[in-house]
């Protein structure tokens, strides 16, 4: 158990060094990141100005669901892995990793948490800067028990966001392009995975289809235990959903590593 932890340890440590090499790169996401919360200003602002509280909520609670997310998807988000794992089975880097004891999936998951702690701790910086102006806005819950609830929630959440980039990447046995595969996955995220506008105020119809997909456990189901947008009764069902979908994908990555092995062997890759 040891000399496993030891590996997939180095695997991390190798991680944070290539992606420390790259912070520039991350902390310019971050700045990005400014103009889509400046965006959500002036749009929820102009909204609000009609109607004081929507779907039970004031301007003050959505900025901080947007404040939320931005640093969410920082830290558990994943950008471009499944671009990563495809490049690797393009050009062959893949067949290092079937002569060695090393579980790929392991070993590209503790690349992602080290990437995901460099480019999260990053993103702090430019929400520190601008702090005094939106220091205000932020109203987040006082109950200590979300914070324990939201430590469990973003671990799975992570594992969602980082096991369907995966299996995007291993597509890449099959298809010599999964751009397109991207592309569409991104587009249903930001619709049903809370990207955006929150969850909760669309109808309740689609609302409650959402809940049983999982775009809504990558990042609006944290998000909304953090800020309190739901109640007790959907945390409690929504972790039994989240612990599904983590199961599910966990072994639909297993399933495709071993059929596009399968495939790949087969033509001499």
Same mark, same amino acid.
């Given at each position: 158990?040891?000399?496993?932890? +030891?590996?997939?340890?180095?695997?991390?440590?190798?991680?944070?060094? +290539?992606?420390?090499?790259?912070?520039?790169?991350?902390?310019?996401?971050?700045?990005?990141?400014?103009?889509? $919360?400046?965006?959500? /200003?002036?749009?929820?602002?102009?909204?609000?100005?009609?109607?004081?509280?929507?779907?039970?909520?004031?301007?003050?609670?959505?900025?901080?669901?947007?404040?939320?997310?931005?640093?969410?998807?920082f830290?558990?988000?994943?950008?471009?892995?499944?671009?990563?794992?495809?490049?690797?089975?393009?050009?062959?880097?893949?067949?290092? /990793?079937?002569l060695?004891?090393?579980?790929?999936?392991?070993?590209?998951?503790?690349?992602?948490?080290?990437?995901?702690?460099? +480019?999260?701790?990053?993103?702090?910086?430019?929400?520190?800067?601008? +702090?005094?102006?939106?220091?205000?806005?932020?109203?987040?819950?006082?109950?200590?028990?979300?914070?324990?609830?939201?430590?469990?929630?973003?671990?799975?959440?992570?594992?969602?966001q980082?096991?369907?980039?995966?299996?995007?990447?291993?597509?890449?046995f099959?298809?010599?392009?999964?751009?397109?595969?991207?592309?569409?996955?991104?587009?249903?995220?930001?619709?049903?995975?809370?990207?955006?506008?929150? $969850?909760?105020?669309?109808?309740?119809?689609?609302?409650?289809?959402?809940?049983? $997909?999982?775009?809504?456990?990558?990042?609006?189901?944290?998000?909304?235990?953090?800020?309190?947008?739901?109640?007790?009764?959907?945390?409690?069902?929504?972790?039994?959903?989240?612990?599904?979908?983590?199961?599910?994908?966990?072994?639909t990555s297993? $399933?495709?590593?071993?059929?596009?092995?399968?495939?790949?062997?087969?033509?001499?890759?």
């Amino acid at each position: 158990m040891i000399a496993v932890f +030891s590996k997939y340890k180095q695997a991390f440590i190798l991680g944070l060094q +290539s992606n420390l090499v790259y912070r520039w790169n991350f902390l310019a996401r971050g700045l990005f990141s400014l103009l889509h $919360l400046a965006a959500a /200003f002036i749009l929820w602002g102009a909204i609000f100005t009609v109607k004081p509280t929507i779907g039970g909520f004031n301007l003050a609670q959505t900025i901080t669901y947007f404040v939320t997310l931005i640093i969410l998807q920082f830290f558990i988000g994943a950008f471009n892995e499944d671009y990563q794992i495809s490049e690797e089975i393009r050009n062959g880097l893949i067949n290092q /990793f079937l002569l060695k004891p090393i579980n790929y999936y392991l070993y590209r998951f503790s690349v992602f948490v080290a990437a995901r702690l460099v +480019s999260g701790a990053l993103v702090l910086i430019p929400l520190i800067f601008i +702090s005094p102006w939106i220091g205000s806005y932020l109203v987040f819950p006082h109950d200590m028990w979300r914070l324990l609830c939201a430590i469990p929630a973003m671990a799975m959440a992570a594992i969602i966001q980082f096991s369907i980039a995966y299996c995007f990447g291993m597509l890449s046995f099959w298809f010599l392009e999964i751009q397109g595969f991207v592309i569409l996955s991104m587009a249903v995220e930001t619709a049903l995975g809370g990207q955006a506008f929150p $969850l909760d105020l669309m109808p309740k119809a689609i609302f409650n289809i959402a809940q049983y $997909l999982p775009f809504f456990y990558q990042m609006y189901f944290p998000a909304a235990i953090i800020t309190g947008r739901i109640g007790p009764e959907l945390i409690t069902q929504g972790f039994m959903i989240q612990a599904f979908w983590v199961v599910v994908l966990l072994c639909t990555s297993q $399933l495709l590593w071993v059929r596009g092995l399968k495939r790949h062997t087969a033509v001499g890759g």
